[in-house]
């Protein structure tokens, strides 16, 4: 039988993503019961992430923990493009990093690439992506990364501390590279093709400033797997370690089967943004949020729903963190006996208190944004 198409770059998802094929397309290794066990000895838990395999794949990640139990700590790498306000799948992989800072007390670096939306996107402005990293930051801030080992690197502002690295890298990369990576023509232009070299630059600036190679764990959506891919070849050659990563799925749209690939800033029905209020999430949730049950009452109850198509369920595994719980509606569903309208509420409220918190935080992140600025 042959498989659906489905494209995965960083500039691109869509179609229905088998992650097994991404894992060996892409040559990442799939996180297996060992690695979790290996993972658990120093967290003590599993982020529900690890539990639930949103968090699937992995470089290196055995690399990092033999340096870390011989007591060479690494720092964590992570960033956001800015070009619009964030949605909710934008959070995964920032949730997921905060508790990797706290569980092994790492500092991060958090890039905000203010050039890359500008030179990939028609329609914005370095003055839109300036604003946008400022409201972007917001979000980061508001997870709860310490200030005293939580930085941005913004990329416009920071240039000069970070030119000389990309220009190191980018001498190392060729076109044709680039070309195969990202699904480049001729067409593109001239500043796209140089991005990678800033996003590359991170995963060893710590080195460079500190004067010793230090060990970088990247977290992050898989979409972002083809950059580090070229990265790691080059890194070593001028003096750094290979950064290791770990790869996260997307967060489907509301519209899930019917539109599938990830959750998009640019359809706006099928987003759910970090700033949404509660009458907005539950009309969004109620009127987009694809379902996996029957027709008519009676069909449901007697047939049961399908969870796994369930966008409702599929967004609980997400931000349910309570294995039991999570399992009840599973069967509940799947049994019949909870319907589409109870499955959408039970999301409805747990997204609402979720949010109404992550708002108030929002606020405050405002007094304390100076403090995760390099000076
Ligand atoms: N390119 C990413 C985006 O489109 C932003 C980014 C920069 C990033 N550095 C990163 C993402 C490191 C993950 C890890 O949003």
């Known amino acids: 039988m042959e498989g659906k198409k489905f494209v995965v770059t960083p500039w691109e ?23 979790l066990k290996r993972i658990q000895n120093h967290t003590g838990e599993l982020h529900h992430f690890l ?101 941005f690197l913004i990329d416009t502002k920071n240039a000069g501390l970070m030119y000389k690295e990309a220009l190191k890298v980018a001498k190392r990369i060729t076109f044709s590279t680039v070309k195969a990576a990202f699904g480049f023509t001729n067409e593109q232009n001239i500043g796209a093709i140089f991005y990678t070299a800033m996003q590359a630059v991170p995963s060893f600036l710590p080195s460079v400033i500190k004067n010793k190679k230090i060990p970088c764990l990247i977290p992050h959506a898989i979409d972002q797997d083809p950059h580090f891919r070229i990265s790691r070849d080059v890194i070593p050659k001028i003096g750094f370690y290979k950064p290791a990563s770990i790869q996260c799925r997307f967060l489907p749209g509301l519209g899930g089967m019917l539109e599938e690939g990830k959750m998009s800033a640019s359809e706006k029905q099928t987003a759910i943004y970090v700033t949404d209020d509660e009458t907005t999430v539950t009309k969004k949730i109620n009127k987009y949020a694809f379902s996996g049950g029957q027709a008519t009452v009676e069909e449901h109850r007697k047939i049961g729903g399908n969870p796994d198509v369930d966008i409702s369920y599929q967004w609980l595994t997400f931000f349910e ?6 399992e009840n509606i599973y069967n509940d569903y799947k049994s019949g006996k909870l319907l589409t309208g109870e499955l959408k509420t039970i999301l409805i409220e747990k997204l609402n208190k979720f949010l109404k918190e992550h708002q108030k935080k929002r606020e405050k992140a405002k007094k304390v944004y100076d403090k995760f600025l390099i000076k």
Do not use: C
């Open 13 to 35: 998802v869509k179609g229905k993503i088998d992650y097994d094929k991404l894992i060996k397309k892409f040559g990442v290794e799939a996180i297996d019961d060992k690695l």
């Open 51 to 151: 539990r639930r395999k949103i968090f699937f794949a992995h470089r290196d990640l055995n690399w990092i923990l033999d340096e870390y139990e011989k007591g060479n700590k690494f720092f964590l790498y992570t960033g956001r493009a800015p070009s619009g306000k964030n949605h909710i799948g934008h959070l995964v992989p920032w949730m997921f990093t905060k508790w990797l800072q706290d569980k092994f007390d790492v500092e991060l670096w958090f890039q905000f690439p203010d050039e890359e939306k500008f030179l990939f996107k028609e329609n914005l402005s370095l003055e839109d992506t300036e604003r946008y990293t400022y409201d972007n930051a917001l979000d980061v801030i508001a997870l709860g990364f310490k200030p005293e080992k939580t930085k």
């Open 321 to 326: 963190e309570d294995d039991r719980k999570l």
